[in-house]
């Protein structure tokens, strides 16, 4: 049984920790301040962070497709951006250091990650885009659905 | 660092299963096969939530408001404080289960008991805690009508608070008022012995409606979401028109049919979704409970390796991980 070699830095080695046991609690250290700030925010929603960062594009169709790329920043409140940032940062973290990510080759990193990464993207702009239709479809001026009665 | 269990003497040979591209046992492998795939399944969960929530986007309940509860603290609305506890309880097992694996590596038996004991604890208190989240949804605190349309209105009326003028909740509990002459529940004993009527709900709209109209002080409060990311009150006047004229039934609580916090789809995705992960998190203390005896038995010191906490703790962070990204969907955006 040869020793188990691990990674023993994070955050691009700035943080570097002597021993595996001492990372973990590291990372522990980390992930509960991430929640600690995202529960935090969560309770006292600052009014800063309750608009998007930018307006929608007006015109043509490079309009739309900037509205698309820039969906994040143009439809959602700077807060609600700032936990789904926060929670990806945390899934790294659990990923790379709890399940040992950061100790497998590269070729299994990525075949996991990218193919998840890949697909789930996909997934949610495809049902995202759907139900912004949707929605468009019940409350729009022309729309044949009523719904407050 | 042969970490495998069976050798198939085929190790060094390029064709028929020797020979390790990705440097992974094929149980690890196959560990995050499955991973990946169950990730996919739980980002189609959430992402038909996202869509349902975009569908409806201007009525969805505001979770702030439904998730305030707190166990021993009657009464008070604290929103987030369970569930980050609840979130700190997972990733403190996450540990645990990472510290289990660390001493298993270094062969260490005793620590890799403790630690395995302390994550089936952590994940027992969590699906604990989730089961009390269920129970105190399904619940309800203040009651609701549903009207016509499936939309619901919930009472409140305004009250000021450190010199701020807020809309507080009141319970339908607090103001409707008995009519006498209300239909009973059918039982087989005094009607059509064959047919059996889900039990009626504690009040009936009329008696919601009289409570009101004896009240002036009681505004109502519809699910729609107005520029300020609050929910619409209506007058005085429109509160009592909308309960007379569209109210349909009492609600208190949620069920997979009506919910008394706004779209009956918020209760079904909630139930679904956490119901889902909580079945993981039961089973992923099932696992462990098993490999804790086989730990105890000595299995792993036999085999020389002890691959298989490693295994079932991938299998444990991920459930860690699905927690996070629900979290995120269900409590706080």
Redesign the interface.
């Known amino acids: 049984?040869?020793?188990?070699e691990h990674k023993l830095e994070i955050f691009r080695g700035l943080w570097k920790f002597k021993s595996?046991?001492q990372k973990?609690?590291g990372?522990?250290v980390f992930?509960?301040f991430v929640?600690?700030i995202?529960?935090i925010l969560?309770?006292y929603k600052p009014d800063v962070l309750?608009t998007p960062l930018m307006s929608p594009f007006e015109g043509g169709f490079f309009a739309t497709l900037g509205n698309i790329l820039f969906s994040p920043v143009i439809y959602m409140k700077l807060l609600?951006l700032i936990?789904?940032l926060l929670?990806i940062v945390?899934?790294y973290y659990?990923?790379w250091?709890?399940?040992?990510m950061r100790d497998?080759?590269g070729?299994?990193r990525k075949?996991?990650v990218w193919?998840?990464v890949f697909?789930?993207c996909y997934?949610?702009f495809i049902?995202?885009q759907?139900?912004?239709y949707?929605?468009e479809v019940?409350?729009g001026d022309d729309s044949l659905i009523?719904?407050?009665? | 660092m042969d970490s495998t269990v069976a050798s198939t003497g085929t190790e060094g040979k390029t064709w028929g299963g020797g020979n390790r591209p990705l440097g992974a046992s094929y149980g690890k492998l196959m560990m995050w096969f499955f991973i990946v795939s169950d990730a996919l399944t739980f980002s189609g969960f959430l992402a038909a939530y996202g869509f349902s929530r975009f569908k409806f986007i201007e009525s969805w309940p505001i979770a702030d408001e439904v998730f305030t509860h707190v166990p021993f603290l009657h009464g008070q609305e604290l929103p987030m404080i369970y569930v980050a506890f609840m979130t700190f309880i997972l990733i403190m097992s996450s540990v645990t289960m990472v510290l289990a694996v660390d001493a298993g590596h270094h062969m260490n038996k005793s620590k890799v008991t403790l630690y395995l004991f302390l994550t089936i604890i952590g994940g027992a208190i969590f699906v604990g805690s989730q089961a009390w989240e269920w129970a105190t949804f399904i619940n309800g605190d203040y009651g609701a009508v549903q009207t016509k349309g499936g939309n619901i209105l919930q009472f409140g009326e305004y009250v000021t608070e450190d010199g701020k003028e807020k809309f507080k909740r009141i319970s339908i509990d607090d103001f409707a008022m008995t009519v006498e002459g209300q239909r009973v529940e059918h039982e087989r004993k005094n009607g059509l012995w064959f047919v059996d009527e889900a039990p009626l709900p504690e009040y009936s709209v009329s008696e919601i409606y009289n409570g009101l109209a004896a009240n002036e002080n009681i505004l109502v409060r519809t699910q729609t979401i107005d520029e300020n990311g609050q929910k619409t009150v209506l007058s005085r006047e429109e509160s009592l028109k909308q309960v007379k004229d569209n109210g349909q039934l009492v609600v208190k609580g949620a069920n997979l049919i009506v919910n008394e916090y706004g779209t009956s789809l918020f209760a079904d995705f909630f139930f679904f979704i956490t119901g889902f992960h909580g079945f993981h998190v039961f089973s992923g203390v099932v696992i462990n409970i098993i490999i804790f005896f086989n730990v105890i038995l000595g299995t792993y010191e036999r085999r020389g390796s002890y691959e298989m906490v490693e295994k079932v703790g991938l299998y444990w962070h991920f459930v860690d991980l699905v927690w996070v990204f629900v979290f995120t969907f269900f409590y706080l955006v």
Not at chain 1, 1 to 4: D, K, L, S
Not at chain 1, 97 to 100: Q, R, S, T, W
């Open positions: 049984m040869a020793a188990h595996n046991q973990i609690w990372v522990l992930l509960t929640t600690a995202e529960v969560g309770i309750m609600n936990f789904i929670t945390k899934a659990i990923t250091d709890f399940m040992h497998e080759k070729s299994l075949m996991v193919t998840g697909l789930i997934l949610i049902l995202l759907e139900g912004g949707v929605f019940y409350n009523k719904r407050d009665f």
